[in-house]
Nanobody, 130 residues
Framework: QVQLVESGGGSVQAGGSLTLSCAASAYTYLTACVAWFRRAPGPGKEREGVATIAPGGGYTDYDGSVQARFTISQDNARNTVYLQMNSLIPEDTAMYYC?????????????????????WGQGTQVTVSS
């Protein structure tokens, strides 16, 4: 059973940092990719992929808009995936979600599209003010 719980969101000024946490069940953490997505406020906004990591951390992938600022990582002792977000800008304001994805060949993760992932958590809100 996929169980993912996000935490760590909050309000921060532009240029600041936040670290989000995604606590996973042991089975999910050991066998599936875990990804972060976000949905910006406003009508018609889709959930967009931010970053993903394979079990063991040997593969990561990022959306180009965050690659230089965000880092995805794992804590094996806590079955938790983190998203360290630095140099935040107002455009990073969104509800952030984590989800699981089946590894592809070569122990890689599926592309950061919503339909490639499942087991969505409830989300954690990040608000960046200018």
């Amino acid at each position: 059973q996929v169980q993912l719980v996000e935490s760590g969101g909050g309000s921060v000024q532009a240029g600041g940092s936040l670290t989000l946490s995604c606590a996973a069940s042991a089975y999910t953490y050991l066998t599936a990719c875990v990804a972060w997505f976000r949905r910006a406020p406003g009508p018609g906004k889709e959930r967009e992929g931010v970053a993903t990591i394979a079990p063991g951390g040997g593969y990561t992938d990022y959306d180009g808009s965050v690659q230089a600022r965000f880092t995805i990582s794992q804590d094996n002792a806590r079955n938790t995936v983190y998203l360290q977000m630095n140099s935040l800008i107002p455009e990073d304001t969104a509800m952030y979600y984590c989800a699981a994805g089946r590894m592809t060949s070569g122990r890689r993760c599926p592309a950061l599209y919503e339909w490639n992932y499942y087991g969505w958590g409830q989300g954690t809100q990040v608000t960046v003010s200018s």
